[in-house]
Structure formats: C-alpha cells, structure tokens
C-alpha cells in the first residue's frame, strides 16, 4: 500500500520568509507519479507540479521550487519571498498503478500555510 | 479552454435521501476520477471512470456509485445518505488512462442534517 506523510499540520510565516512544506512518501512501485496541489478557500485543487520516479532533477518555477530525493522518500515544496496570496493548504499526493492497471491519487493530509503581512 | 465545472457548488440533503452531483471535465479529457475530502479522513478516491465504464474503485460502500456519458460528463450519486457522508466532494479530469495528471474542478460542498 502507499502513504504520503505531510507531517506539517500547520505553519505560520511573515510575509517575505521562505518556507519549506515537507512531504514523504512510501510505495513499493518503481514507477510513480508524485505532485503537488494548493488549495484555496474557493476549494479547488490547484495543480502546481508533477514528478515521475525517474527523474530526480530538481525544479524551479519563479518562487516555487521543489526537492525530489528517492533516497529519503521526500518530494519537498520550497516557497521562497512568500506573500499572502500564498495562504492556503498544500496537498502532496502520490500516483502509482493500482491491481486494476489504474492509477489513483493518495493525497496526504496537508499542511495549512499562513502568511501574514 | 474551460476548466472542470462541478455542479451544484452546494447542497444540503436530509438523511436518508439521495443526491446526484455532476462533473463536466476539460474539452478532450476522457478520465474522470472523484474524491471525497472530510476534515477526519482527508482526502480519498472513490472511482474513476473512462469511456464510460468504472475502470477503478476507492474503499467506499456501494450507496456510493457514479456514472459517465458519451460525452465524458459524469455524475455521482449518493443514496441513503449519512450524516458523514457531509464532504466536499471533488471531480478530476484527465487526458489519458494514466492519470499523469490530474486537474480538479472546485468541488461540491454537501452538507447532510
């Protein structure tokens, strides 16, 4: 079976502070999908990025960037300058081929990010 | 280019009725999966359908099924509901069968009294 593991609950930051939003995963698939979704107040899931297990390569997307590590099990979410529009839950989730040869997400439980000004 | 559209944005239900919430994903996506989010359990998969068939299924009961149509809309519908059946309940569309990507509408809020 697989897990993700978003041990921040919640986190609190000034605006400008960079901030880290951890996320670990467990899944016995050598090929897996790992992304990252925002979730506004308006309750939408907003998709910010998708990995596969085969590429390790870091990525950076303005003041976004993300650190995929297979060997801590980490896909972990850097927001740098933060702002307030920031605020919000950040989901993790992982996607692996299931018994049906489907995938389905399993999400983490999120961490609720709140910038102040 | 239209992004998914879930309707209605709110619903409250007794207990005991039942309820069918719809789904109209992206222009071109055939997959559309469902997801329940509850503060207690998070979120979780229910079902995905693609070409009009359930092709994978989460570990919810059986009041809980859905459908798709040619024309890739799909609904959900929930009989006999329970108070812990309140939720947000969101649709993702896909391009594909394997789910590389997902992009979700901005969910049904059900409330049941």
């Known amino acids: 079976a697989q897990k993700v593991t978003q041990a921040q609950t919640e986190i609190s930051v000034v605006e400008k502070e960079d901030v880290t939003l951890d996320c670990v995963y467990e899944?016995?698939?050598?090929?897996?999908?790992l992304f990252w979704y925002k979730q506004p107040p308006s309750g939408e899931l907003v998709f910010l990025i998708r990995?596969?297990?085969?590429?390790?390569q870091n990525e950076i997307s303005g003041r976004y960037s993300w650190n995929f590590q297979k060997s801590t099990s980490s896909f972990n979410f850097t927001i740098t300058a933060s702002q307030v529009v920031d605020s919000a839950v950040y989901f993790c989730a992982l996607s692996v081929l299931g018994d049906t040869g489907r995938r389905a997400l399993t999400f983490g439980s999120g961490t609720r990010l709140q910038v102040q000004p | 280019k239209a992004g998914v559209t879930q309707t209605p944005r709110y619903l409250i239900k007794t207990r005991g009725q039942q309820v069918t919430l719809s789904c109209s994903p992206i222009?071109?996506?055939?997959?559309v999966s469902w997801y329940q989010q509850t503060p207690g359990q998070g979120l979780q998969f229910l079902f995905e359908?693609?070409?009009?068939?359930?092709?994978n299924k989460g570990n919810f009961p059986g009041r809980f099924s859905g459908r798709q149509f040619s024309n890739s809309r799909s609904e959900m519908n929930v009989s006999t509901l329970e108070l812990g059946d309140s939720a947000l309940y969101l649709c993702?569309?896909?391009?594909?069968?394997?789910?590389?990507?997902?992009?979700f509408g901005q969910g049904t809020r059900l409330t049941v009294v």
């Open positions: 990995r596969n297990s085969f590429d390790e």
């Open positions: 359908y693609f070409s009009e068939t359930q092709r």
């Open positions: 993702a569309s896909s391009l594909g069968q394997s789910l590389t990507e997902a992009f």
């Open positions: 222009s071109g996506h055939r997959s």
């Open positions: 899944t016995r698939d050598t090929t897996y999908y």
